[in-house]
């Protein structure tokens, strides 16, 4: 039976659950479940500090788990990235007190509190700086002005919080985080797990994707399929109408809105979208 680690609370932990109903698997009802037999999918599912889980996948007691890219480099466990999930999004910035010009080179020597102080000496190792790390497990932004660090690196969303605090971001992101599914290293997946992984790409896939649907007159058929090439290419079915076709293909929902206008002065009419609930590409 398949062993698969899930976030036992948060936001990370909602959407997971969300995201392996859409997939097919059965899920807890009460929060303070900490493991659940999906007995008709042949696996058990633990409910663990999201802290936790690259450590339990990398020990071999777990063979998959999702969890935060952050929390895997953090974590400094032997657990690699096998899916991202697209969801649980948050970015990881440097930040100095205002008015202090500071770049990525002049953190040599310097102290930075963070509450993901494996992921700071990762980044730190890359880049061939040498800097202490002070870990804290929260409201690292106070840091600076009581005396225990000289930068901080952080969530940063708004930077509303930054501010307040007297702080401003400086350098490139540190990282771009987001929940993924994670496994061994160089693991033989079994049927499950590949099984596992199509459900969930396909459950990604349909949330990022719409379908669009339209006519247009033969003549302006390759220009209006050239604005939706879809994932192979589109569908094209010949109208009743003599000289319409209609046409489906598969759009970045975050595009549809422009499409549609495109597609509209290009000629084409009965635009239609349409949500996709499920997919295997």
């Given amino acids: 039976m398949l062993k698969v680690a899930i976030p036992n609370k948060g936001s990370l932990s909602e959407s997971a659950i969300a995201m392996l109903k859409e997939a097919g698997y059965r899920q807890r009802n009460d929060s303070r479940d900490l493991v659940l037999i999906d007995q008709e999918n042949?696996?058990?599912?633990?409910?663990?500090r999201p802290r936790d889980i690259a450590l339990y996948v990398a020990s071999g007691e777990l063979e998959v788990g999702i969890t935060g890219r952050d929390l895997?480099?953090?974590?400094?466990?032997?657990?690699?990235?096998?899916?991202?999930?697209?969801?649980g999004k948050s970015t990881?910035?440097?930040?100095?007190?205002?008015?202090?010009?500071?770049?990525?080179?002049?953190?040599?020597?310097?102290?930075?509190?963070?509450?993901?102080?494996?992921?700071?000496?990762?980044?730190?190792?890359?880049?061939?700086?040498?800097?202490?790390?002070?870990k804290l497990d929260g409201a690292v932004e106070s840091s600076v002005r009581l005396g225990v660090a000289d930068v901080i690196a952080?969530?940063?969303?708004?930077?509303?919080?930054?501010?307040?605090?007297?702080?401003?971001?400086f350098g490139e992101p540190i990282l771009h985080s987001e929940a993924i599914?994670?496994?061994?290293?160089?693991?033989?997946r079994s049927a499950a797990v590949e099984t596992l992984i199509r459900r969930l790409q396909g459950v990604v896939i349909a949330k990022q994707y719409v379908l669009v649907d339209y006519d247009v007159q033969n003549e302006l058929l390759q220009a209006a399929c050239a604005l939706t090439p879809g994932i192979e290419s589109p569908t094209v079915s010949a109208l009743q109408k003599s000289g319409w076709s209609a046409v489906r293909a598969m759009v970045k929902r975050s595009d549809?809105?422009?499409?549609?206008?495109?597609l509209w002065l290009a000629g084409a009419r009965g635009i239609l979208?349409?949500?996709?609930?499920?997919?295997r590409l």
């Fill in 92 to 134: 990881f910035r440097f930040a100095a007190p205002a008015g202090h010009s500071m770049t990525e080179a002049q953190l040599a020597g310097k102290r930075i509190a963070s509450a993901y102080p494996g992921l700071v000496e990762s980044y730190l190792t890359k880049n061939s700086l040498s800097a202490q790390v002070v």
């Fill in 256 to 262: 549809i809105n422009r499409i549609m206008d495109d």
């Fill in 181 to 188: 599914l994670i496994e061994r290293p160089a693991q033989t």
């Fill in 42 to 48: 042949q696996i058990e599912f633990y409910y663990l």
């Fill in 154 to 169: 952080d969530v940063v969303s708004t930077g509303g919080t930054l501010r307040q605090a007297g702080l401003v971001v």
């Fill in 72 to 87: 895997l480099i953090d974590s400094g466990a032997r657990s690699v990235e096998a899916l991202s999930l697209d969801f």
């Fill in 273 to 279: 979208v349409t949500d996709i609930h499920a997919c």
